[in-house]
C-alpha cells in the first residue's frame, strides 16, 4: 500500500487550478488563509473576484502538486461552511488570464525595441517617461512568464501580477447558486437532503 | 413576537432543546445573565474557571449525542475557552459556545476587555460568527446549532456584542430557514463503491475492522456488531472508538495503536483488507506510515471527504455516514471461516497474555490493578468512566473494559490534561442515571481541584479516583525510555488530599495496598454523595505495550517477562 505523499522531491512544477465560489460575507478569505497555513497549504497564487451574483466571490487557487496535494486543498476548502463549491479544472478546456504591470527602464533609443515587443506579445504601454515604461501584458501565466524574460534585458524596475483568473470553455455555469428546496439545500452535495447524522446516546 | 438579543439567545435554546449550560458571567454578557433569571428550564452552572465550562459541554455532547452549550463574557473569558474548544474540534464534539463581545461600535478600537475572539477561535471550530446586528442573531443562533450537531460535528462560537444584547427584533424560531449553499454533509455511500468494498471484503483473508469515533457518532453500534458477525471479521477500536462494541464481544480486538495490544497491532500489519469506520488514522494509530499495514488493501468510510487519502491511501473511499453506509453494506457482506486467521491471532493474544501486568505475583499497588478491580465490580452496570490523560488514561483504556454502549470518555486528539472532571460534571447531566467515575492523574487533578467545589454546589455524586504517583507519569516514561533516564520536571507533589475533600465537603477515601481497593471502591459505590479516592500507586511503572514514535506498528516495546530484565521489542 502507498502512502499519500506529501513531498515527493520533483523539481518540475504541476501547477493545478482550483476554482472556489464563496459566500461573499466579511472574514470568509481570512478562514481560507488560516486553513493553508494551518495546513501548510504551499498556494503559488490566490486571486478574488466579485461575480455576477453580489453574494458570491470566486477565488483561483493555483498550487503546485509536487509540493501540496490538491484534492487535499479542495477537500479541506469544501469544508468550510462558507465555501459554496471547489472545482478542480485542471485537466479541463479552460481561459485562463492573468495580468502584470511592469516597469522597465527605457531611454528613447531602446523605446523602439520595447514597442515592438509589446506588439508581439498584444501588451500595451500604459505609461511612458523619459527614463521608463509601464506596460501591461495580460494572458496565460507562461505568456507572462516569456515576456517578463524578454524584458529583463533591458531593467525591469518594478512589477505586479494579479495572479491567475480562470473560467471553464463552453456555456456551464459556476458562478451562481442553483435553485434551493425548502431545506435550504441546492442539491449539489447531500443525497437526502436532512444533513444531519443520527445520534444515539 | 418582539424579543431582545438576550433573550433571543435562551429562546434559541430552549427551542433546540438544552436543558443545562455550562458558564461564567461577566462585563460584555451581563444581558442574557440578566434574562436568565427569566428562563428557569434552563439550568445553569456555575463552573470555576471557563475551561471547565468548554470541557463540561463536551462532556455533556459526548455522553449525550445532543449538543453541548458553554458562556463565557468578553476577552478573558472568551480565551479561556480555547483549550475545551479546541479538544471539542480534534474529538468532532458538538458544543455551541455563546460569548458576549464588546457593543458592535467600540468593536477594533481596543475597548476593556476586548479581544479579537473570533480570530482567535478560527482554528479551534467548525465555524464561528460575530454578531453585530442584531438582526442576524436569531439566523446564526440556529445555523450554530446546525453546524455543531450535523455532519461532522464539532465546536461552533457565537460572540454577540453586548448592544445586539439589548436591541431587539422579531422573533419565530421555526420559521427560520437555515440556508447553507456551501455546507451539505453527505450522508449515503456511493452504490458503485459500496459494490466494490463488499468484494473485497467478501474476498479477504485476513481482514480487521477499525472501528472509530465516527461508529458513536453515528450510532453504528448494532450495524458494526452485525458486520463483524456476518462476515466473521475481528473488530479493533481507537482509544474514542471504545464503547462502540462490548469490550468482552468475542470478535473485539480492543484498542490499537502506540498503546493497543500487541495482538491487534500484530493483526494490523499483518492484514490484507483494512475496514476504516469513521476513524482517521491518527498517528498514535498507525505508527509510522511508511511501514503500515502494508499488504492491506484499505476501505475508509468517513463523513469528511478531506479524511479519505488524507494519512493512509485507500483502496475504497466511502464519503457518508456510518451508519447509512453500513445499511448499504451489510446485505452484500457474506459469511467467510478465516479459522486460520483467528487462530493465528489467538496466538498473539496467548503470547501477550503472559506478559500481562495483572499475572505479576507481588503486593505493589499500581493502577492496572485498580481498574481491573473496578471492572470487576462494575461489570455490565450502567457506569461512565472519564479518563484524564496520561499513563492512567492508557491503562483505563485497557484494563477498564466497559460493557456500556459509548461507556468511556477521554481526550483523544487533543490529549488535554484538566480534562476529566469537567468532562464528568457535563457528562453527569447528561447521563443522571449513571454511576460516573473520573480516574485522573495526580497532575492533571491538580489542573482541576477547583470544580470540586462545582460538583458540590450542584450536588454530583461522582466519583473521582485519584492515580497518584507522584509523577507527571507519561512523561516521566518517556523520559525513562526515550530520553535515557533523564527527569525533568516530572516529580510532582500533592496536597494531603483526605484534607483536600474534607475542605469541599466530600468523603475522601484512601487505598495504599492492594488489599485496600476492593473495599474503598465498594465503600465508594455505595455511598450516595461525590467521593474523593487518593490511590497511592507504584511512582515507576511503564504502560506497555508502547510503539515508539517513529516506528513501525509491530516494533513494540512489550512489558519485560522478569524483574530487571531490558525491555523487549516486538
Ligand atoms: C496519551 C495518549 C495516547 C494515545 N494512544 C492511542 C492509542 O494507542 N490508540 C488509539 O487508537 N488512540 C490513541 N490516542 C488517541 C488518538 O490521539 C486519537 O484521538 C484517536 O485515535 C482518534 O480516534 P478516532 O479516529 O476513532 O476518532 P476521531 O478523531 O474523533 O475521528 C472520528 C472520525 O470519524 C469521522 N466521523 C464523524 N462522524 C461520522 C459519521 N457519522 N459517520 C462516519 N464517520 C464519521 C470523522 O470525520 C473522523 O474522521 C491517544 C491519545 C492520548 C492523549
Ligand atoms: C494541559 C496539558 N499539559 C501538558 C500535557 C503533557 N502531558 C501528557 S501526559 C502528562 C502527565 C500527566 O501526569 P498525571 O496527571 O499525574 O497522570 P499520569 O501520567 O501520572 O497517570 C503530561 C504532562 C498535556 N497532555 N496536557
Ligand atoms: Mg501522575
Same mark, same amino acid.
Given at each position: 500500500?502507498?502512502?499519500?505523499?506529501?513531498?515527493?522531491?520533483?523539481?518540475?512544477?504541476?501547477?493545478?487550478?482550483?476554482?472556489?465560489?464563496?459566500?461573499?460575507?466579511?472574514?470568509?478569505?481570512?478562514?481560507?488563509?488560516?486553513?493553508?497555513?494551518?495546513?501548510?497549504?504551499?498556494?503559488?497564487?490566490?486571486?478574488?473576484? &466579485?461575480?455576477?451574483?453580489?453574494?458570491?466571490?470566486?477565488?483561483?487557487?493555483?498550487?503546485?502538486?509536487?509540493?501540496?496535494?490538491?484534492?487535499?486543498?479542495?477537500?479541506?476548502?469544501?469544508?468550510?461552511?462558507?465555501?459554496?463549491?471547489?472545482?478542480?479544472?485542471?485537466?479541463?478546456?479552460?481561459?485562463?488570464?492573468?495580468?502584470?504591470?511592469?516597469?522597465?527602464?527605457?531611454?528613447?533609443?531602446?523605446?523602439?525595441?520595447?514597442?515592438?515587443?509589446?506588439?508581439?506579445?498584444?501588451?500595451?504601454?500604459?505609461?511612458?517617461?523619459?527614463?521608463?515604461?509601464?506596460?501591461?501584458?495580460?494572458?496565460?501565466?507562461?505568456?507572462?512568464?516569456?515576456?517578463?524574460?524578454?524584458?529583463?534585458?533591458?531593467?525591469?524596475?518594478?512589477?505586479?501580477?494579479?495572479?491567475?483568473?480562470?473560467?471553464?470553455?463552453?456555456?456551464?455555469?459556476?458562478?451562481?447558486?442553483?435553485?434551493?428546496?425548502?431545506?435550504?439545500?441546492?442539491?449539489?452535495?447531500?443525497?437526502?437532503?436532512?444533513?444531519?447524522?443520527?445520534?444515539?446516546? | 413576537?418582539?424579543?431582545?438579543?438576550?433573550?433571543?439567545?435562551?429562546?434559541?435554546?430552549?427551542?433546540?432543546?438544552?436543558?443545562?449550560?455550562?458558564?461564567?458571567?461577566?462585563?460584555?454578557?451581563?444581558?442574557?445573565?440578566?434574562?436568565?433569571?427569566?428562563?428557569?428550564?434552563?439550568?445553569?452552572?456555575?463552573?470555576?474557571?471557563?475551561?471547565?465550562?468548554?470541557?463540561?459541554?463536551?462532556?455533556?455532547?459526548?455522553?449525550?449525542? !445532543?449538543?453541548?452549550?458553554?458562556?463565557?463574557?468578553?476577552?478573558?473569558?472568551?480565551?479561556?475557552?480555547?483549550?475545551?474548544?479546541?479538544?471539542?474540534?480534534?474529538?468532532?464534539?458538538?458544543?455551541?459556545?455563546?460569548?458576549?463581545?464588546?457593543?458592535?461600535?467600540?468593536?477594533?478600537?481596543?475597548?476593556?476587555?476586548?479581544?479579537?475572539?473570533?480570530?482567535?477561535?478560527? /482554528?479551534?471550530?467548525?465555524?464561528?460568527?460575530?454578531?453585530?446586528?442584531?438582526?442576524?442573531?436569531?439566523?446564526?443562533?440556529?445555523?450554530?446549532?446546525?453546524?455543531?450537531?450535523?455532519?461532522?460535528?464539532?465546536?461552533?462560537?457565537?460572540?454577540?456584542?453586548?448592544?445586539?444584547?439589548?436591541?431587539?427584533?422579531?422573533?419565530?424560531?421555526?420559521?427560520?430557514?437555515?440556508?447553507?449553499?456551501?455546507?451539505?454533509?453527505?450522508? &449515503?455511500?456511493?452504490?458503485?463503491?459500496?459494490?466494490?468494498?463488499?468484494?473485497?471484503?467478501?474476498?479477504?483473508?485476513?481482514?480487521?475492522?477499525?472501528?472509530?469515533?465516527?461508529?458513536?457518532?453515528?450510532?453504528?453500534?448494532?450495524?458494526?456488531?452485525?458486520?463483524?458477525? &456476518?462476515?466473521?471479521?475481528?473488530?479493533?477500536?481507537?482509544?474514542?472508538?471504545?464503547?462502540?462494541?462490548?469490550?468482552?464481544?468475542?470478535?473485539?480486538?480492543?484498542?490499537?495503536?502506540?498503546?493497543?495490544?500487541?495482538?491487534?497491532?500484530?493483526?494490523?500489519?499483518?492484514?490484507?483488507?483494512?475496514?476504516?469506520?469513521?476513524?482517521?488514522?491518527?498517528?498514535?494509530?498507525?505508527?509510522?506510515?511508511?511501514?503500515?499495514?502494508?499488504?492491506?488493501?484499505?476501505?475508509?468510510?468517513?463523513?469528511?471527504?478531506?479524511?479519505?487519502?488524507?494519512?493512509?491511501?485507500?483502496?475504497?473511499?466511502?464519503?457518508?455516514?456510518?451508519?447509512?453506509?453500513?445499511?448499504?453494506?451489510?446485505?452484500?457482506?457474506?459469511?467467510?471461516?478465516?479459522?486460520?486467521?483467528?487462530?493465528?491471532?489467538?496466538?498473539?493474544?496467548?503470547?501477550?497474555?503472559?506478559?500481562?501486568?495483572?499475572?505479576?505475583?507481588?503486593?505493589?499497588?499500581?493502577?492496572?490493578?485498580?481498574?481491573?478491580?473496578?471492572?470487576?465490580?462494575?461489570?455490565?452496570?450502567?457506569?461512565?468512566?472519564?479518563?484524564?490523560?496520561?499513563?492512567?488514561?492508557?491503562?483505563?483504556?485497557?484494563?477498564?473494559?466497559?460493557?456500556?454502549?459509548?461507556?468511556?470518555?477521554?481526550?483523544?486528539?487533543?490529549?488535554?490534561?484538566?480534562?476529566?472532571?469537567?468532562?464528568?460534571?457535563?457528562?453527569?447531566?447528561?447521563?443522571?442515571?449513571?454511576?460516573?467515575?473520573?480516574?485522573?492523574?495526580?497532575?492533571?487533578?491538580?489542573?482541576?481541584?477547583?470544580?470540586?467545589?462545582?460538583?458540590?454546589?450542584?450536588?454530583?455524586?461522582?466519583?473521582?479516583?485519584?492515580? !497518584?504517583?507522584?509523577?507527571?507519569?507519561?512523561?516521566?516514561?518517556?523520559?525513562?525510555?526515550?530520553?535515557?533516564?533523564?527527569?525533568?520536571?516530572?516529580?510532582?507533589?500533592? /496536597?494531603?488530599?483526605?484534607?483536600?475533600?474534607?475542605?469541599?465537603?466530600?468523603?475522601?477515601?484512601?487505598?495504599?495496598?492492594?488489599?485496600?481497593?476492593?473495599?474503598?471502591?465498594?465503600?465508594? !459505590?455505595?455511598?450516595?454523595?461525590?467521593?474523593?479516592?487518593?490511590?497511592?500507586?507504584?511512582?515507576?511503572?511503564?504502560?506497555?505495550?508502547?510503539?515508539? /514514535?517513529?516506528?513501525?506498528?509491530?516494533?513494540?516495546?512489550?512489558?519485560?517477562?522478569?524483574?530487571?530484565?531490558?525491555?523487549?521489542?516486538?
Amino acid at each position: 500500500m502507498p502512502l499519500v505523499d506529501h513531498a515527493n522531491g520533483h523539481t518540475k512544477k504541476s501547477p493545478h487550478v482550483l476554482m472556489a465560489l464563496v459566500e461573499n460575507k466579511p472574514g470568509v478569505l481570512t478562514r481560507v488563509a488560516s486553513l493553508f497555513r494551518r495546513r501548510g497549504f504551499n498556494i503559488e497564487s490566490l486571486t478574488v473576484g &466579485r461575480t455576477d451574483n453580489p453574494a458570491i466571490s470566486r477565488m483561483t487557487i493555483v498550487v503546485d502538486a509536487n509540493k501540496t496535494n490538491a484534492a487535499m486543498v479542495a477537500n479541506n476548502l469544501f469544508k468550510l461552511v462558507n465555501v459554496i463549491d471547489v472545482r478542480d479544472v485542471t485537466a479541463e478546456p479552460t481561459v485562463s488570464r492573468d495580468l502584470a504591470l511592469i516597469k522597465v527602464k527605457a531611454d528613447a533609443q531602446k523605446l523602439f525595441e520595447i514597442n515592438q515587443m509589446v506588439d508581439i506579445y498584444k501588451a500595451k504601454v500604459v505609461d511612458i517617461c523619459p527614463e521608463s515604461v509601464i506596460i501591461e501584458v495580460t494572458g496565460p501565466e507562461a505568456k507572462i512568464e516569456s515576456m517578463i524574460k524578454m524584458l529583463e534585458p533591458y531593467g525591469i524596475l518594478e512589477m505586479v501580477r494579479t495572479g491567475l483568473v480562470a473560467m471553464v470553455r463552453g456555456s456551464g455555469y459556476f458562478s451562481g447558486l442553483p435553485p434551493m428546496d425548502d431545506n435550504g439545500n441546492n442539491g449539489h452535495h447531500d443525497d437526502n437532503g436532512t444533513g444531519m447524522a443520527i445520534y444515539e446516546a | 413576537m418582539k424579543r431582545t438579543g438576550a433573550q433571543i439567545v435562551w429562546e434559541s435554546l430552549l427551542q433546540e432543546g438544552v436543558e443545562v449550560v455550562f458558564g461564567y458571567p461577566g462585563g460584555a454578557i451581563m444581558p442574557v445573565y440578566d434574562a436568565l433569571l427569566d428562563y428557569p428550564q434552563i439550568h445553569h452552572v456555575l463552573v470555576r474557571h471557563e475551561e471547565n465550562a468548554a470541557f463540561a459541554a463536551g462532556g455533556y455532547a459526548r455522553a449525550s449525542g !445532543r449538543v453541548g452549550v458553554c458562556m463565557a463574557t468578553s476577552g478573558p473569558g472568551a480565551t479561556n475557552l480555547v483549550t475545551g474548544l479546541a479538544d471539542a474540534m480534534l474529538d468532532s464534539v458538538p458544543v455551541v459556545a455563546i460569548t458576549g463581545q464588546v457593543a458592535s461600535y467600540l468593536v477594533g478600537s481596543d475597548a476593556f476587555q476586548e479581544t479579537d475572539v473570533t480570530g482567535v477561535t478560527l /482554528p479551534v471550530t467548525k465555524h464561528n460568527y460575530l454578531v453585530k446586528d442584531i438582526g442576524e442573531l436569531p439566523q446564526v443562533m440556529k445555523e450554530a446549532f446546525y453546524i455543531a450537531r450535523s455532519g461532522r460535528p464539532g465546536p461552533v462560537l457565537v460572540d454577540i456584542c453586548k448592544d445586539v444584547q439589548f436591541a431587539s427584533t422579531d422573533f419565530d424560531y421555526a420559521a427560520i430557514k437555515v440556508r447553507l449553499p456551501g455546507y451539505q454533509p453527505r450522508l &449515503r455511500g456511493a452504490d458503485e463503491q459500496i459494490r466494490r468494498a463488499a468484494d473485497l471484503i467478501n474476498a479477504s483473508r485476513r481482514p480487521v475492522i477499525l472501528a472509530g469515533h465516527g461508529i458513536i457518532l453515528s450510532g453504528a453500534h448494532e450495524e458494526l456488531r452485525e458486520l463483524a458477525e &456476518r462476515g466473521n471479521i475481528p473488530i479493533s477500536t481507537t482509544l474514542l472508538g471504545i464503547g462502540s462494541i462490548p469490550e468482552s464481544h468475542p470478535l473485539n480486538l480492543r484498542m490499537m495503536g502506540m498503546h493497543g495490544e500487541a495482538w491487534t497491532n500484530h493483526a494490523i500489519q499483518s492484514a490484507d483488507l483494512l475496514i476504516a469506520l469513521g476513524m482517521r488514522f491518527d498517528d498514535r494509530v498507525t505508527g509510522n506510515l511508511a511501514s503500515y499495514a502494508k499488504n492491506a488493501d484499505v476501505i475508509h468510510v468517513d463523513i469528511d471527504p478531506a479524511e479519505i487519502n488524507k494519512n493512509v491511501v485507500t483502496d475504497v473511499g466511502i464519503v457518508g455516514d456510518a451508519k447509512a453506509v453500513l445499511g448499504q453494506l451489510l446485505p452484500l457482506v457474506e459469511y467467510r471461516d478465516r479459522t486460520e486467521w483467528f487462530a493465528q491471532i489467538a496466538e498473539w493474544q496467548a503470547e501477550a497474555k503472559a506478559r500481562d501486568i495483572l499475572a505479576k505475583q507481588d503486593d505493589s499497588l499500581h493502577v492496572p490493578f485498580v481498574l481491573s478491580e473496578l471492572q470487576r465490580q462494575i461489570g455490565g452496570q450502567q457506569v461512565t468512566v472519564v479518563t484524564d490523560v496520561g499513563q492512567h488514561q492508557m491503562w483505563t483504556a485497557q484494563y477498564y473494559r466497559t460493557e456500556r454502549k459509548n461507556g468511556l470518555l477521554t481526550s483523544g486528539g487533543l490529549g488535554a490534561m484538566g480534562f476529566g472532571i469537567p468532562t464528568a460534571i457535563g457528562a453527569s447531566f447528561a447521563r443522571p442515571d449513571d454511576e460516573i467515575w473520573v480516574i485522573v492523574g495526580d497532575g492533571g487533578f491538580q489542573m482541576s481541584i477547583p470544580e470540586l467545589a462545582t460538583i458540590m454546589q450542584e450536588r454530583r455524586p461522582i466519583k473521582i479516583a485519584v492515580m !497518584r504517583n507522584g509523577y507527571l507519569g507519561m512523561v516521566r516514561q518517556w523520559q525513562e525510555l526515550i530520553h535515557g533516564h533523564r527527569y525533568s520536571e516530572v516529580s510532582i507533589t500533592s /496536597p494531603d488530599l483526605m484534607k483536600i475533600a474534607a475542605a469541599y465537603g466530600m468523603m475522601g477515601l484512601r487505598a495504599e495496598t492492594k488489599a485496600e481497593v476492593a473495599e474503598v471502591i465498594a465503600e465508594a !459505590r455505595s455511598h450516595g454523595g461525590p467521593v474523593l479516592l487518593d490511590f497511592v500507586v507504584e511512582q515507576e511503572v511503564n504502560v506497555y505495550p508502547m510503539v515508539a /514514535p517513529g516506528k513501525a506498528l509491530n516494533e513494540m516495546w512489550r512489558r519485560p517477562m522478569r524483574e530487571r530484565e531490558p525491555v523487549a521489542s516486538a
